[in-house]
């Protein structure tokens, strides 16, 4: 059984760093491309980041360029989002997930989800 569990969320002034980490289980951790994706109340759920399989290529959304960096141990099995320079606008609920695609961008293409971790920020 796979499971995703996220971890590191919680409240944080603007400006301010939080750390999300991804503990993955019951796959082979290093064939998935791993995302972060995240969803803010009445929106809908966006991808923040993606990382493939050794950790080399990364993709980011525009609105995250610069601020989050997202990355991957495979003896681990988990994969990582380091949150600097917070804004008000990154509050969400942040999720992970894995696909066995070769990219993948859009939440349809990933095969497993996390539960999920709250990230707020106040201004």
Do not use: H
Not at 101 to 114: D, P, V
């Amino acid at each position: 059984q796979v499971q995703l569990v996220e971890s590191g969320g919680g409240l944080v002034q603007a400006g301010g760093s939080l750390r999300l980490s991804c503990a993955a289980s019951g796959l082979t951790f290093s064939n998935y491309v791993m995302g972060w994706f995240r969803q803010a109340p009445g929106k809908e759920r966006e991808l923040v980041a993606t990382i493939k399989w050794s950790g080399s290529n990364t993709f980011y959304a525009d609105s995250v360029k610069g601020r989050l960096t997202i990355s991957r141990d495979n003896a681990k099995n988990t994969v990582y989002l380091q949150m600097n320079s917070l804004k008000p606008e990154d509050t969400a609920v942040y999720y992970c997930a894995a696909s066995g695609l070769w990219i993948a961008t859009r939440s349809y293409e990933y095969n497993y989800w996390g539960q999920g971790t709250q990230v707020t920020v106040t201004s």
